[in-house]
């Protein structure tokens, strides 16, 4: 081809040369990339089985995951990063992990921003050569020096209270005033020129990945970090409570139990929950908040109606320990208007695996905006719905939120939500059946243990899950265990549901989540997992390298039961010819 010179923004300048590696699917680092190795392990997506590393790095923005700035941030501290990162749209998760390793330990790389025309020119270059704003895509590689600058932030471009030049000048200590610079250069990518208070924060990168997260966040308590608002901690790799009896390798436990602890010591509260929205007090319509976990972010924004940005990891640690964030997209009224109307078709008889199901499919089509879904108006939808619609929708779309008519809070009307200018996408039985074989990929009707509980289940899921389970035992060589948070799992004792779980021979874990959980609690032994999370159908292959069926809950039971699961499509797809 012949050399092309091409334009963008630098979110992050520098130098850097390299492979060109291009898709026009968004990429989940967390999940999607192996953060020792920076090879690409997400099985749906086109640059499966290729590395990041070294590679100019060409993707439309990342998607699902807040923690794909915790695993740049492992690969720029490991050595095995792209040379640069090229995004079509705005992408703050994965820019700002490496703002955070360039400002906390000088490790970084070119970061920009193209507009379509020049992202698309970039799909036919084998080798780019990035300067600055400019990048030239040729046929043979261009040795350069790599650098790069981190931004300075710019009191002038923003309007600062007092506060917020008192965390500058260093009057609460070098850990907040580190935290209030990253602030202000998310800002900066954000387009904000204000900055507001936040009254609470739930983090999400605390569980262990690799050495440099917990370099992270040591290097925050050496520098007196302690957060000023109340702050909730994600789920972790392991159950603090018993990953020896269940025989965690001591290396991973005991580093996570040092990252969990160091959080602690900066003032968080251990709560190991991926559902915060399940503590007590949640967040209410109106109130800003930042949080951290792609499934609580959109929970929070679209059922309760509350207001965060979708933070990356390392981020809302940073935010807590100001409670100053970005005045921009979900805080602002405009922020939150949908910009594309999916209409679905005539439905009935729906089940608990409709609503996963739907989330997934329509996160592929809103990948970076913000939907609403029409057709549901009449039907019974429960917050364990939402739940498990917003988990899956937020693992393959980079959007912050959804609304579903009539049912959301703010989408009374199609009017009340929806901007100026709005696409439109009918949605058919047909295009849900491909995207339900899509995640169905076991090869037999086999099912040797059985996953539930991600994210964490509610109280009202495990009374569902007892229930099914009453009066039944589970087949010889096959587990069922679920997750759940430590507050839910109390009442659910309390309530005698765990009981009735564990007569079943299920188990239930506490702290931990599906996205972490690897052997020995899934032993080498399973080939197939049955589960009813379309969040852990997507992310469960690539993690723990097993075939998967994705079924509704009481199909998951009945599974567990006879070790055998049925593949029929859900009745509500009704036959080939309404599809």
């Known amino acids: 081809m012949t050399a092309l010179v091409l334009n963008g923004t630098a979110l992050i300048a520098g130098q850097a040369s390299g492979e060109v590696l291009h898709a026009e699917t ?23 089985g290729q ?88 046929d043979i590689r261009t040795a350069v020096t790599p650098s790069f600058v981190l931004p300075e932030p710019d009191p002038a471009d923003i309007m600062l209270s007092d506060l917020d030049r008192w965390f500058l000048t260093g009057e609460f200590g070098e850990a907040a005033k580190i935290a209030m610079r990253i602030v202000l250069q998310t800002a900066r990518i954000e387009g904000a020129t204000a900055l507001i208070d ?32 109340p702050t909730t901690m994600n789920a972790i790799c392991v159950d ?25 010591e900066m003032g968080a509260k251990p709560t190991y929950t991926c559902a915060p929205y399940l503590l007590d007090p949640a967040p209410k319509a109106g109130q800003n908040i930042a949080w951290g976990e792609s499934n609580a972010v959109v929970f929070a924004n679209s059922v309760l109606g509350a207001r965060t940005l979708k933070y990356p990891d390392y981020l809302d640690i940073l935010v807590a320990l100001t409670g100053r964030a970005p005045a921009a997209d979900c805080y602002l009224d405009e922020g939150r208007r949908a910009t594309i109307r999916l209409d679905l078709p005539p439905l009935s008889d729906l089940d608990d695996l409709f609503f996963p199901l739907l989330g997934y499919h329509i996160g592929k089509i809103a990948t970076n905006e913000i939907p609403l879904i029409c057709g549901l108006e009449g039907h019974a939808v429960s917050l364990d719905d939402l739940k498990a619609f917003g988990a899956a929708f937020a693992t393959t779309s980079a959007a912050p939120m ?54 964490h289940f509610s109280l009202t899921e495990i009374a569902a899950l007892a229930q099914l389970c009453e009066g039944r035992r589970i087949a010889d060589g096959v587990r069922l265990i ?13 309530a005698g549901l765990i009981d009735t779980i564990r007569t079943f021979g299920g188990q239930v874990l506490n702290d ?48 567990a039961c006879s070790g055998q699961i049925d593949t029929t499509p859900p009745a509500w797809f009704g036959d080939d010819d309404q599809r």
């Not at 695993?71 to 700002?96: D, Q, S, W, Y």
Request: net charge negative; aromatic share 6%; hydrophobic share 45%.
């Open 26 to 48: 968004g990429l989940s680092f967390m999940g999607g990339v192996d953060a020792t190795t920076g090879r690409v392990i997400d099985v749906h997506h086109p640059l499966c």
């Open 51 to 138: 590395s990041v590393a070294g590679k100019v790095l060409c993707i439309p923005s990342g998607r699902g995951s807040c923690s794909g700035s915790l695993v740049i941030f492992e690969l720029l501290m490991n050595g095995h990063a792209p040379a640069a990162l090229v995004f079509r749209h705005k992408e703050t998760i994965l820019t700002l992990g490496v703002l955070i390793a360039g400002e906390l330990f000088q490790r970084g790389i070119p970061v920009l921003q193209m507009d379509e025309a020049g992202f698309a020119a970039l799909s036919d270059a084998r080798f780019a050569r990035i300067d600055g704003d400019t990048i030239h895509s040729t």
């Open 198 to 229: 936040v009254d609470m924060a739930h983090l999400d990168g605390v569980f262990y990945q690799g050495p440099a997260g917990l370099q992270f966040a040591r290097r925050l308590c050496d520098l007196g970090a302690r957060v000023r608002v």
């Open 240 to 264: 603090r409570r018993q990953w020896r009896a269940l025989g965690v390798p001591e290396v991973l436990g005991e580093a996570s139990d040092a990252l969990a602890d160091a959080y602690v």
């Open 402 to 455: 959804f609304h579903v008519l009539g049912i959301t809070p703010e989408a009374s009307t199609a009017d009340a939500v929806l901007g100026a200018e709005v696409r439109v996408v009918s949605v058919t039985l047909h295009d849900l059946a491909e995207t339900w074989g899509e995640l169905n990929i076991a090869r037999t009707a086999d099912v040797d243990m059985v996953s539930l509980g991600n994210p």
């Open 482 to 494: 679920v997750t759940c948070g430590r507050d839910v799992h109390a009442r659910a004792k309390s």
């Open 512 to 559: 931990t989540c599906w996205c972490f959980i690897g052997e020995p609690v899934v032993p080498a032994s399973v080939r197939t997992i049955a589960t009813n999370s379309g969040k852990y159908a997507h992310y469960g292959p690539p993690a723990v390298g097993k075939d998967f069926h994705f079924a509704s809950l009481a199909r998951c039971v009945d599974a």
